[in-house]
Structure formats: C-alpha cells, structure tokens
C-alpha cells in the first residue's frame, strides 16, 4: 500500500476494512458466546491495537502477535492456545471486507453437521473468469474436493480450473489443531500454507463441503491502492443498485458515494456527485442536487436541497427548501417549510415553521420563531471570545439586511429590525428597532489624480536609482 498505515486499517466507503469483517464475525456469534474473535496482528501491530482499544463494540476482540510472516498456516499456529476445541474455527482475513453474513452462515451450516450429518470442513470457494493468482480447487472423480493447489506451485493444467479457493473455511477445530503442528514449509514461498489442511482432512476422513458467495466482490481481498480503488467503486456500485431497487432515482449511480449508512424513502431523486456519511435518514420525496455533502442528518419529506449544500448533523422538516450552497452544521433543527438559501449557516439553532434566511447570513445558538424572514447579510454574534451566547428570535420578525445580534438578546414577536442595525438590547413586539448613524450630505469633490510635471517625474526617477 506504500502507507503509514496497516492494510487493514485503509478504508473502504469511509470504514477501515477489519471492521468490515469484524462486524460480520461478531453478528454471526450468538449472544450467549464467550469467546469473541481472534485477530491475528503482524505489520502495524501496534496502530492495529489501537484501533480495537478505540471501539467499544470490540472489546471482546483478543489479538495474538504473528513476530514473523511465514503464512496463513502460520499465522493461525499462533492462536493455537486460544481456540476453544468445543467450537468451529472460522477463518476470515483482514483484507476481504465484504464477505456477508449469509454467505458465512450457509458456510457454517455446512459445516456443523446439520440433517444428520456428520461435522465437515466447509470451504468457501468461486469461479471466477480471471483466476490467476488464486489457488486452484482439486477435485476427485466424484466431484469431491481432495487438495487446494497454490498458483506458484501449479502446473499449466491446474492454472485452467476456475475454481478458487477464497482461504475463508470453517474447520472442526479439534482435528484443526492436530493438522497446523504437521505443517511444513516445503513449497515454492517457503511458508506454511493453511490450504494443506485439505489434503489433511481427506486422509483423515473429514468430509469436505464448499459453498459459493451470491457476488464476486464478496470474496475480492486488497493488496494495492488500485485493487482499493477498484472494490470501492464496486461496492458503491452495488449500494447504488439496492437503492435503486428501493424506489430511489440516481443520475448516476456509478457517481454517489455512500460512507455509512443511507436509509431513503420512495420517490428521492439523488443527483450526481452526492457524498453520504454516518447515518441519514432520507423521507419520501426528497431532491438533491449535484454535489452535495449530507453526514449524520435525518431529511424530511419533500425537502430540496439545491447544488453544493453541506449538511452534517441537522435534522430538516417537510417541504424545506436548502441551498445552494447552503451549509447546515450539527445541532441545526429545521422546522417543516423553511428557507435556508446560498451562502447561509446555520449552526445548534433551532428555526420555526415557514422562517426564512435566503442570502448570505449566519445563525448560529439561536432559536428562531415561526414565519420569520432573516435578510441577507445578517448575523447572530453569539462569541464573545470565551463563551456562546443564545439569540432568540420570536415568532413574525422581520430582520433587515446586514443586521447583527449581539448575544444574549431577544427579539420579540412581530418586531421588526431596519437594515443595518446592530442589536444590543432586547427588541420589543410589534416595534421598528434601529441603530445607525445618522445620514448626512455634505459638499464634496472627489479628488482628481495628479499629472506629473517633467521636474517631479524626473525627481521621482532619481530617487528610484
């Protein structure tokens, strides 16, 4: 990856991608387990810890230290003190994200013994058109999966199979722990491959059982920037088809970008460019425009929020009209009907039903009435270089253009604010309020530029050398 930062740790749609497959892990494991996963950590140990340390919802993650790579057969030999015998060890790996959980339930089905059957190693493989790279399925006469041969070490007839091998496998641990002590090394990367507990189990008589995964991506791992890049658009594609599929209509859906989650209504029209972080709540009807940025906000129905708005953390009532270039920060509460137009902020304000900003202007720790018009230019001084103050602003007020609210104040019902007034004491109801200095004209003559004699141009010249 040419980075700072562990593989494991780069992010895909906005989330590292162990936390991808450690979500998924712990969403298979029942409430009553003990154990929670086991992350085996090499490269980046340390930042790889961190990470684990800083959420919460992995504080049953146990980690076990691989001193030297020597392979995927290696790399579980470390957890060997750590598996519980009683229970199936499912392999996963750090960098293939997306695996879900119902490919890795029908996986574990397969391997518990289910209909009578006995407990098997179950292996998770794909055809796939391009498998170079991977290693190859062996299969017996019947049909039965009897080894996994690595690419480097296959032969020009075993590079034909298009049968992979994924490396997620559910394996009866017992048995597991008996077949990575008889591990070797002898092969052409001098590592202990994990894939020779197949032919293991075959002698054994364990039974072998493979499943597929419904998408390709599921089983894509990552290894550069590019194969990064690649999943990314990949997955966004898909996350673009399930909305679609919900009733959303995209411009394009190869030109959204979703870093969370996006839950949308029937009807919402989403146009190019569009980024979503966090959690948003899209209702029935909504327009976006193109480039917009919505993270953490839950949107009522019918709202249009106009090209290049920025909306994080605000909750927006019906029928309100954002934008453009509107920029909503967290705490901003937005009743049904209301304007915020270009260049306006709004910032932990609460504004009433059908109030408007439409130009220019800043509102921030306020809150605001119903059917208030704020004109352009205007400001909320809430700052006074150490603390916030609150401006509340009462129902029917009609705020002049390039007005400033020095908080705290009032502003009381149906007052009204001329243009230019900068606000220090409560308004009162139903009053013009204005502060400005007094107009005056005055005889005046616009000064004229000087043409420079040869004398002074010449002085000039001197006093440059």
Same mark, same amino acid.
């Given at each position: 990856m040419k980075s700072a930062l562990p593989k494991v740790l780069q992010t895909l749609a906005g989330k590292p991608l162990l936390q991808y497959v450690l979500d998924t892990a712990l969403s298979l494991q029942g409430k009553q387990t003990k154990q929670g996963p086991i992350v085996v950590v090499g490269h980046g140990a340390a930042d790889v810890k961190h990470f684990l340390a800083e959420h919460p919802s992995f504080n049953k993650v146990t980690t076990v230290l691989q001193a030297e790579q020597k392979g995927t057969g290696h790399a579980l030999l470390q957890t060997l003190s750590k598996l519980d015998s009683q229970e199936p060890t499912l392999v996963l790996y750090g960098d293939v994200p997306l695996t879900s959980k119902r490919t890795l339930s029908v996986l574990a089905k397969l391997a518990d013994g289910a209909r009578g059957q006995e407990s098997a190693l179950a292996l998770l493989t794909q055809n796939l058109d391009e498998p170079t790279g991977y290693g190859r399925i062996m299969r017996d006469s019947n049909g039965a999966v009897c080894a996994i041969v690595e690419e480097k070490d296959a032969t020009f007839a075993q590079k034909q199979i298009a049968e992979i091998n994924t490396g997620i496998m559910v394996l009866? @641990? @017992?048995? /597991?722990?008996?077949? /990575?002590?008889? /591990? %070797? +090394?002898?092969? +052409?990367?001098?590592e202990?491959? !994990?894939?020779? $507990? &197949? +032919?293991? +189990?075959?002698? =054994?008589g364990v039974p072998i059982r493979t499943a597929q995964a419904d998408h390709e991506f599921e089983i894509i791992g990552v290894n550069s920037r590019e194969q990064l890049a690649g999943l990314e658009r990949v997955y966004q594609l898909q996350l673009a088809r399930d909305l679609m599929e919900a009733g959303v209509s995209l411009a394009d859906p190869a030109r959204i970008d979703i870093r969370g989650k996006l =839950?949308?209504?029937?009807? $919402?029209?989403i146009d190019v460019g569009c980024v979503f972080e966090g959690q948003v709540h899209i209702a029935s009807g909504v327009r976006i425009g193109p480039y917009c940025i919505v993270r953490d906000c839950d949107i009522g129905k019918d709202v249009a929020i106009q090209a290049f708005s920025h909306l994080d953390g605000a909750k927006v009532g019906a029928n309100a009209v954002i934008g453009p270039y509107a920029r909503l920060r967290p705490g901003a509460e937005l009743a049904n009907e209301v304007h915020i137009g270009n260049f306006v902020e709004v910032k932990n304000s609460k504004i009433g039903t059908n109030s408007k900003a439409?130009? !220019?202007?800043? $509102?921030?720790? %306020? &809150? $605001?009435g119903a059917r208030v018009n704020i004109g352009a230019g205007t400001i909320t001084c809430n700052y006074d270089g150490v603390n916030k103050h609150q401006t509340i602003i009462e129902d029917d007020v009609f705020i002049g253009s390039d007005t400033q609210l020095v908080a705290p104040v009032r502003v009381k019902r149906g007052a009204t604010l001329g243009a230019g007034t900068t606000l220090t004491k409560d308004a009162p109801a139903n009053q013009l309020t204005i502060s400005r200095a007094k107009q005056i004209s005055v005889e005046w003559k616009r000064p004229t530029k000087k043409l420079a004699t040869k004398a002074s141009a010449k002085k000039v010249a001197k006093g440059r050398k």
């Open positions: 009866p @641990t @017992t048995p /597991l722990k008996k077949w /990575l002590k008889s /591990l %070797s +090394a002898n092969n +052409a990367q001098g202990y491959y !994990l894939t020779d $507990v &197949i +032919a293991m +189990a075959v002698k =054994d =839950d949308c209504g029937s009807d $919402v029209f439409n130009h !220019l202007s800043y $509102v921030g720790d %306020s &809150i $605001v």
